[in-house]
């Protein structure tokens, strides 16, 4: 006995010397020595076949996805001998779980993104800004709506965030410099420390690092660690443009001090655009010499832009006018040089007003591939920036599935031999079309959709108690009206058909649409007797007054919707919406609704992580369910599907049809309430469930995403990554 016991403790030992690497810029443990080693020479090769992917936000929270802890977890590993793996391990078993750098879609497409590499094994790294005060906490009080809190996060406490040290000094940490200058180029140099989040895939034998620049330190002048304190703080102007250059500005440094060889910047929207800056700043300096500044003409600058446009991808990510950044000329005198504000006047003119800069303007000038991120979106975008339509192609968004497909469904998943493989390469979903009349499946199908729903329900539940409670101890008035019935007319039913809807609350999305005549949807839930839950969540930026004010009108309907409808509607809005909240929102509510104005949802992909668990969208026909669609046979559509013109793309409130897409929303829903409660239609609606499975998980996944951003770097990879990028590909064409 006791023997034995000593093997297994060594044997484990040896598990954990296998995820240690010990490395010039620090210990890091999920990977090995060797898996570092082999990914660090790919992305310091001087062939450059690897991509650097720039991103203002990353949204990958521990407590979604985190094979470093899973793995300790399967092999029981709680500890270990050597004393620095005994406090990771810790670390990674205990420690926080939220990584609060994300503000919503765009920060979880690159998270997803990322993995995705990892698990491909494509070497890329990213880079993005670390905020010492996260995006913000919501609380939500009803008479007042959405209160916007400020959070305390510490990334010294994080596991799998690494502080790098100086392999020239390595009681120090590594730091970089970069210039920023005044209206008479005089240069304020600011100074950035460097955390790795080592994104590790399932295997252990590949990771994607993700260094974020930390602008907080002593030695930086006030502003700019005031700039690193929250993503998007948009409380002047001239913090945003300060956030977007030490973002962009960042790059090439960062680059250049890790001998990052990358031939590949991707830019995740325009926010890093600067770093295009620094290479035509850079090509002038070769070509011209250090006197550049003072001898450079413009037709040496679109020289420059020209040369150096084949190291840049694009993706732009929304026809909305807020996603894209303009700044004043006269406010960027007082940030960057002279020759940077030269650059700017000829590749960077806003076609509406002359005094500023517009930085998706540069974004789509400057690049070798730039692409939108869905077929409907790729036509609005193509409508929106004709001059560049020639080279706007469409690569539609994707989810990492192994991040949103539940627990309760991955083990039904994984008891098919037709589905073996699954989380290796989700085109085996395919298969699913095999298991639609397999009776086995069906059952724990639904067996796992009932786990997952009562999981959800409970939470819900609970959190309205102790809203009551909260009452009597704190001034917040709770956010629910439902907090204020009987104890006992509070709860949800799990059983009950139950709506979800969480994203951001941006007008355009329409949080409210289908409120919009209470009377309407109160007379239809009455009329076929069956209860409905609706579950709403998400946050409005602090400065967007008529975001918060949807949040309100959310809370608003709450007691008149259950008082129409004789307390069969129940609307819950669950505050402080972040991934864990989304995983399970997405994977136990029983349909995804989705109602903004056509055609300015560029993707959306909160509803490819609710196909991923089988379950149905509604919604209006716009950006990737469009293509998720499949006639019917994977959720309904409403509102008007109106061609695309200049028009339709106006975010004036009197052009955001309420009456006429909710009209048509309020003749769609019988269908879909009697479909799921009458025990002879409940067939169809299972039918929907394996549909989503079998047609849309194997497309709206981020490996066939990145198979196809893969085309657009031109990257030479082994050949058997070169075989499953290639497979892959070949699973959909986002461009037809
Ligand atoms: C997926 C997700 C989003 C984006 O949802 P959309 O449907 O694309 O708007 C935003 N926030 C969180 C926390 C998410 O998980």
């Not at 590993?77 to 620095?84: A, F, L, P, R, W």
């Not at 979106?377 to 920036?385: C, E, I, S, Y």
Request: net charge neutral; charged share 25%.
């Amino acid at each position: 006995m006791e023997s034995k016991y000593h093997d297994t403790l060594s044997d484990q030992e040896t598990l954990v010397n296998n995820m240690l690497a010990e490395t010039s810029f620090g210990t890091f443990f999920g990977i090995s020595q060797k898996v570092f080693e082999q990914v660090w020479s790919n992305l310091t090769a001087p062939d450059g076949n690897s991509a650097v992917y720039v991103s203002m936000e990353i949204g990958a929270d521990l407590d979604v996805f985190n094979p470093v802890k899973k793995y300790l977890q399967q092999n029981e590993i709680t500890e270990s001998k050597n004393t620095e793996a005994d406090l990771l391990i810790k670390k990674i078993l205990n420690g926080p779980s939220k990584i609060p750098n994300y503000g919503g879609g765009l920060g979880i497409l690159a998270g997803d993104t990322l993995k995705s590499f990892a698990a491909c094994k494509i070497p890329v790294a990213a880079i993005s800004l670390l905020y010492r005060k996260g995006y913000f906490s919501q609380l939500v009080d009803s008479r007042i709506g959405q209160i916007s809190w400020s959070m305390d996060w510490s990334p010294e406490k994080t596991p799998s965030l690494y502080l790098l040290k100086n392999p020239s000094y390595p009681d120090k940490p590594l730091c970089i410099e970069i210039p920023f200058f005044d209206e008479h180029d005089k240069t304020v140099m600011v100074y950035a420390q460097v955390w790795m989040k080592l994104e590790a895939n399932e295997n252990l034998d590949f990771f994607v690092p993700e260094f974020l620049l930390d602008f907080s330190l002593p030695q930086s002048p006030e502003w700019i660690r005031n700039a690193s304190n929250n993503l998007y703080d948009s409380s002047s102007e001239k913090m945003k443009a300060i956030q977007r250059r030490m973002l962009g500005a960042g790059v090439i440094p960062l680059m250049d001090i890790l001998g990052l060889t990358a031939k590949t910047l991707h830019l995740n929207e325009q926010h890093g655009v600067v770093s295009v800056l620094n290479l035509i700043a850079d090509y002038l300096l070769q070509k011209l010499g250090p006197e550049y500044q003072s001898t450079v003409r413009d037709k040496d600058i679109l020289e420059a832009a020209d040369s150096v446009a084949h190291k840049v991808v694009y993706t732009i990510h929304t026809p909305v006018k807020a996603g894209h950044d303009r700044f004043s000329k006269t406010l960027y005198a007082g940030l960057s040089h002279t020759v940077c504000r030269r650059i700017l006047a000829l590749l960077a003119p806003d076609k509406e007003n002359p005094s500023l800069y517009n930085f998706t303007e540069f974004a789509m000038r400057v690049n070798r591939a730039v692409n939108s991120v869905s077929r409907l979106h790729r036509d609005v975008t193509q409508k929106q920036f004709p001059q560049f339509a020639k080279k706007i192609t469409a690569i539609t968004n994707g989810v990492h599935h192994l991040t949103w497909i539940s627990a309760a469904k991955a083990e039904v998943f994984d008891s098919f031999p037709e589905l073996q493989n699954w989380r290796q390469n989700p085109a085996v979903f395919r298969n699913a079309k095999k298991l639609q009349k397999n009776k086995k499946f069906r059952t724990y199908l639904e067996q796992a959709w009932k786990h997952d729903s009562e999981k959800l329900i409970n939470y819900v539940n609970g959190m309205l108690i102790e809203h009551r409670h909260q009452t009597e101890e704190t001034w917040i008035d709770p956010p629910n009206f439902l907090s204020l019935l009987h104890e006992e007319d509070i709860p949800l039913k799990p059983s009950a058909f139950t709506i979800g809807f969480a994203r951001r609350f941006s007008t355009y999305k329409r949080a409210d649409l289908i409120f919009d005549d209470l009377v309407e949807l109160t007379k239809i839930i009455r009329e076929l007797d069956y209860p409905v839950n609706f579950l709403f969540a998400g946050k409005a930026h602090p400065a967007d007054e008529p975001g918060k004010s949807l949040i309100k009108i959310i809370l608003d309907v709450q007691e008149e919707l259950y008082e129409r409808s004789k307390g069969l509607a129940k609307l819950v809005f669950i505050p402080n919406y972040d991934m864990a909240i989304a995983k399970m929102m997405v994977a136990g509510v029983h349909a995804w609704l989705n109602s903004p104005k056509r055609p300015l949802e560029a993707s959306g992909t909160s509803g490819m992580k609710a196909a991923m668990n089988g379950i149905p969208n509604i919604s209006i026909l716009d950006g990737w369910w469009m293509e998720g669609f499949h006639d019917g046979e994977t959720g309904w559509k409403f509102g008007l599907d109106t061609p695309l013109d200049t028009e339709t793309l106006s975010e004036e409130p009197s052009a955001l049809l309420y009456e006429e897409d909710s009209a048509s929303f309020y003749e769609m829903f019988p269908q879909v309430i009697k479909e799921f409660n009458d025990p002879q239609l409940r067939k169809k609606y299972i039918d929907k469930c394996i549909r989503n499975i079998s047609l849309n998980i194997p497309i709206f996944n981020t490996h066939r995403m990145i198979a196809e951003y893969c085309r657009n770097y031109g990257l030479k990879l082994s050949p058997p990554v070169t075989k499953k990028i290639k497979g892959l590909q070949e699973l959909y064409q986002s461009e037809i």
